[in-house]
Nanobody
Framework: QVQLVESGGGLVQAGGSLRLSCAASGSIFGLNVMGWYRQAPGKQRELVAVITTGDRTNYADSVQGRFTISRDNAKNTVYMQMNSLKPEDTAVYYC?????????????WGQGTQVTVSS
């Protein structure tokens, strides 16, 4: 099994910053893509940012230029620095990791961490 421990959420004023962390442990052989998703009340869960083992990244248009995803492969941890936060960034943020042992892949989700941005 894979365990994901998220931290770093909280309440911040618009324009402020937060840094999320997600540490993976357990059966993580084959760990590759790591990423962050978010779900606001009444909305579907959406991709925020993902990063591969080769540090290739992909961002949602709504966070491009404000959020930065990174990873420490030695610590099996993914981070997301969130700057210039807006009220519309308010959501529960979920870490997701993919374990690939060919020919199959399995996704694991964290428990979620609340980010609230006040106006």
């Amino acid at each position: 099994q894979v365990q994901l421990v998220e931290s770093g959420g909280g309440l911040v004023q618009a324009g402020g910053s937060l840094r999320l962390s997600c540490a993976a442990s357990g059966s993580i052989f084959g760990l590759n893509v790591m990423g962050w998703y978010r779900q606001a009340p009444g909305k579907q869960r959406e991709l925020v940012a993902v990063i591969t083992t080769g540090d290739r990244t992909n961002y949602a248009d709504s966070v491009q230029g404000r959020f930065t995803i990174s990873r420490d492969n030695a610590k099996n941890t993914v981070y997301m620095q969130m700057n210039s936060l807006k009220p519309e960034d308010t959501a529960v943020y979920y870490c997701k990791v993919r374990i690939t042992i060919l020919p199959s892949s399995t996704d694991y989700w964290g428990q979620g961490t609340q980010v609230t941005v006040s106006s």
